[in-house]
């Protein structure tokens, strides 16, 4: 009983402290304790919500099998956090014709934080995403676990994905060139990355940070949020707005300051991040207008802006900075399948050319020699 209350009345007591503060922060926002019958509704909606995606995506696993052109992937633990199980996709370029190891040839290495609104799912989940990637580009791929609230809130998750990428970057036995790494992340996922690049432990180490309509502030409320979406007959309902506030309640721990960078990306310091930041959101999604005043916000003082566009989608680059909106898109598109068949033919291609333009950016624009 007493760790089901500690989680209906979250605090900040027992939680690591945080691992970035501002030496001139401006006025914490902190929001009110929540009414006693909300919490009691949100705790039992975010067990409802892991128990569902939990369960359907292992059934998922168990009926659909992955195509034999999909890369099956190394599992891996580390000391540092030896429950949590990291899936790492290495280019079959690196054996010979007999499986053996290529021991000379060293490869860039793009880390993979999944979505599920730090309460859900798996890295297997990306394991499509992590596949393309890693084959097409000829890129090693570790696709990393993390806790799950509400059981580990703030920042427990930026903690892991910080300590399991450093882990990565010291194991001698893949062939890992260190100095070519990257981060990305999709939803919670892009949030975890943009958070762990600012930690001490990362500094330095990463070339560049990739987020797939990634949650970047949270500050704003999810009405405010909402009201920014696009209106219309057309527009659907928000794959993110009927969960947000209870997966919002089971991560941050009462009495945290919202406006932390890590926690609240948007608010970092450009010194903070990585130079070279690809930003990628969707129009119907309540996230999107987030990631793209972080792509403005990144991208002041930059070289002169040049503006891209592709079927489904328009954008602009400028000075490291990539943005690029998905028109008529909703959250999650990247993995949620059209029920129709030529809506899901399409969504396929436009989501592969995503991938694709993601990999060429990494190899010609932040690692080309």
Request: aromatic share 10%; charged share 25%; net charge negative.
């Amino acid at each position: 009983m007493s760790e089901i209350m500690s989680e209906l009345i979250p605090t900040s007591s027992a939680l690591p402290p945080s691992l970035f503060a501002s030496a001139s922060a401006p006025e914490p926002v902190i929001s009110p304790l929540p009414p006693v019958h909300l919490r009691i509704i949100y705790f039992l909606s975010i067990w409802t919500f892991k128990t569902l995606i939990n369960t359907g995506l292992y059934l998922r696993g168990c009926i659909i099998h992955p195509p034999a052109s999909q890369l099956r992937p190394n599992i891996r633990t580390y000391p540092i956090r030896p429950t949590l199980k990291n899936r790492i996709f290495i280019p079959p370029s690196s054996s010979n014709d007999r499986g053996e190891r290529n021991g000379f040839e060293k490869f860039s290495l793009y880390i993979s934080v999944h979505g599920g609104g730090w309460a859900a799912a798996s890295p297997e989940a990306d394991d499509e995403f992590c596949s393309h990637l890693c084959l097409k580009n000829n890129i090693m791929v570790a696709s990393l676990d993390y806790r799950k609230s509400p059981t580990y809130r703030f920042p427990f998750a930026v903690t892991d994905i910080a300590s399991l990428v450093s882990a990565i970057l010291s194991d001698t036995s893949l062939p890992i060139d260190v100095s070519k790494v990257a981060i990305g992340g999709f939803s919670a996922g892009g949030n975890l990355t943009f958070a762990a690049c600012q930690t001490e432990e990362l500094k330095g180490k990463i070339s560049a940070v990739v987020g797939f309509y990634p949650v970047l502030d949270m500050t704003e409320s999810r009405e405010t949020k909402e009201g920014r979406r696009p209106k219309g007959p057309d527009v659907p309902r928000d794959e993110v707005g009927w969960s947000a506030d209870f997966l919002d309640w089971g991560y941050v721990p009462q009495g945290q300051d919202r406006r932390d960078p890590l926690l609240s990306p948007r608010y970092a310091e450009r010194s903070e991040m990585p130079k070279n930041v690809y930003l990628a959101g969707a129009e119907w999604d309540m996230l999107c207008f987030e990631a793209g005043t972080t792509a403005e916000g990144l991208a002041v003082g930059g070289d002169e802006r040049k503006e891209v566009k592709g079927e489904g989608w328009d954008g602009w680059v400028q000075g490291g900075i990539r943005w690029e909106c998905f028109r008529k898109r909703s959250h999650a598109f990247t993995h949620v399948k059209q029920w129709n068949r030529k809506w899901e033919e399409e969504r396929v291609r436009i989501v592969e050319e995503l991938y694709d333009r993601v990999g060429s950016w990494l190899a010609e624009d932040v690692w080309a020699e």
